[in-house]
């Protein structure tokens, strides 16, 4: 069928490589995105999960939204980024031969941890990328005892 992998379409393979970054994250200790959704390919917007000690970060890059049509809600330990990207006005008598911006209206769902506290998130939108921040618990915070 094909005379070798090297000729078999990168499409099969690249579906591999991603999960392949994912367990290389996790077992190298960055953590592993806290859902599989979180890596599907083709979805729009791309998105970046990481965390720190006090936080979870998520980083949606959408250039050329309007920030107050987006829509960031948080329900059941499940973030939801959502909105409408419009299509760009066509010129008449234009012929497309190939289209890669994606237009039209979207929803992402990211699950987080069970320690994020959803009361305390803050979403900023800049230059294209939506920076969300959802604090963690305190109560799940690591703090030191002191022996006496």
């Known amino acids: 069928m094909y005379s070798s992998l090297w000729t078999f379409p990168s499409s099969f393979f690249s579906d591999f490589d991603r999960l392949n970054h994912v367990f ?6 960055y953590g592993a995105p ?3 959704r979180s890596v599907a390919p083709g979805t729009f917007p791309a998105v970046n999960v990481g965390n720190t000690p006090t936080s979870v970060e998520v980083y949606a890059f959408a250039p050329g939204l309007d920030p107050a049509k987006l829509e960031v809600t948080v329900d059941r330990g499940v973030l939801s980024i959502a909105g ?3 299509a760009p006005a066509q010129q008449e008598g234009t012929r497309t031969y190939s289209r890669e911006r994606f237009s039209g209206s979207f929803r992402r769902a ?3 941890p069970d320690d994020a506290d959803a009361s305390k998130v803050q979403a900023s939108y800049r230059d294209g990328v939506l920076r969300i921040s959802v604090e963690r618990q305190a109560e799940a915070q690591p703090r ?3 022996v006496q």
Not at 24 to 29: A, C, K, T
């Open 24 to 29: 290389d994250e996790h077992f190298g200790g």
């Open 34 to 36: 806290s859902s599989i």
């Open 84 to 86: 409408e990207r419009e």
């Open 110 to 112: 990211i699950s987080l």
């Open 144 to 146: 030191r005892i002191t």
